[in-house]
């Protein structure tokens, strides 16, 4: 049995978190709200709790996890040798949405870095993800809370769906307030990688610690392993059409309406009467699309789509983590 507690997320009741806290402690497993997605959390420096990890999420071993911290000092029990790079970054966003692979310490459990010599750590700006690793006193390494290659969960109930009788504890703080994973930006090799575009962009980092390397080109997509594992996929085909396409959304979804159950997710308002046609409209914005899209790909599922169409949005500043994660959750895609 998976407990559920209810938490105000602006002040996280004691009791619920040292509830929490007791589990980490223990070597458990909790899953609890972060500013991006919901986070699976355990002890980061007890080896057979991280295992336990990737055993509820049946997640590959050699992805390596994100390890969250809540001041500071947390930082150096997890990497050494920070640079003046790593230091700007982190006056500058933390707590907040960015993770920075950096040179690991030996005491975190080995398997966080599946065998690497580094380790991605964050601080979350989420008053619950704080106080639970503030109460614990200890980092926590946390994928996010989804069986391994489903949609990433943004509210305590799509965790429930995957990961129910798995796990000891889920805190639910409601629905997250950006929707999609944090920016993974690697800090170990000459110039700044992005490994995984997410909510701070790469102006945003370009701003403070001046060339980054535009995009992760495939050796160095190597050095990320995630990013080599099908990711974010609900159960019905995916068919994105990428901003900038010619082709009308309207005739696309009725031509497939011919062999399909269609559910669309788009920002074109269409008027299409058939009992198999489903459409959830947002608006054309990074912040709507983030907050929603991982929550309407498991309702299109849940209504029975069997092919998801989605409309997308210009890839730029934000829009690119988003259009990042379309494209990985996509089987097709149309350009023209
Ligand atoms: O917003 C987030 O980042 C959420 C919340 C819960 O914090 N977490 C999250 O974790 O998305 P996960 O495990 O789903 O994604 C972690 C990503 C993967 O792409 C993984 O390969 C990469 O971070 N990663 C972890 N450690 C790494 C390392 N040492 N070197 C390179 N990439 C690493
Ligand atoms: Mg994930």
Not at 15 to 32: D, K, R
Request: hydrophobic share 45%.
């Amino acid at each position: 049995m998976t407990k559920v507690i209810q938490v105000n997320p602006d002040h996280p009741e004691v009791q619920a978190i040292e509830q929490a806290a007791a589990i980490i402690g223990q070597g458990g497993l909790v899953a609890f709200p972060t500013e991006t997605v919901y986070g699976l959390g355990a002890d980061a420096m007890n080896e057979p709790a991280v295992r336990r990890i990737f055993e509820a999420k049946g997640r590959p071993t050699d992805n390596p996890l994100i390890i969250h911290i809540s001041n500071r000092e947390m930082l150096d029990l997890v990497a050494a040798d920070l640079s003046d790079q790593a230091e700007a970054l982190i006056d500058r966003y933390w707590p907040g949405p960015l993770t920075l692979v950096l040179k690991r310490r030996t005491a975190v459990a080995s398997s966080v870095s599946a065998g690497l010599p580094t380790v991605a750590v964050r601080m979350p700006g989420n008053p619950i993800a704080l106080a639970l690793i503030g109460a614990a006193e200890t980092p926590i390494a946390a994928p996010s809370a989804n069986r391994s290659g489903r949609p990433s969960p943004t509210t305590a109930a799509h965790v429930r769906l995957d990961l129910e009788g798995r796990i000891a504890m889920i805190l639910d703080g409601g629905a997250t307030r950006i929707g999609i994973e944090s920016t993974v930006l690697d800090l170990t090799g000459g110039v700044p990688v992005i490994l995984r575009p997410g909510w701070i962009t790469k102006e945003q980092i370009a701003a403070v610690v001046g060339a980054i390397e535009p995009a992760a080109s495939l050796a160095e997509l190597q050095r990320s392993p995630g990013t080599r594992y099908r990711h974010y996929s609900p159960r019905a085909r995916v068919l994105l059409i990428e901003h900038g396409a010619t082709a009308s959304v309207e005739q696309i979804c009725k031509e497939h309406l011919k062999t399909a159950t269609v559910g669309f997710i788009g920002h074109t308002p269409l008027a299409i009467d058939d009992a198999r046609f489903q459409a959830m409209i947002l608006q054309a914005k990074a912040a709507d699309y983030a907050s929603k899209i991982y929550s309407a790909l498991r309702e299109m599922d849940e209504r029975g789509a069997s092919l998801i169409i989605i409309e997308g949005i210009l890839d730029a500043g934000e829009g690119a983590a988003v259009m990042d994660r379309l494209r990985r959750a996509a089987s097709e895609t149309l350009r023209e």
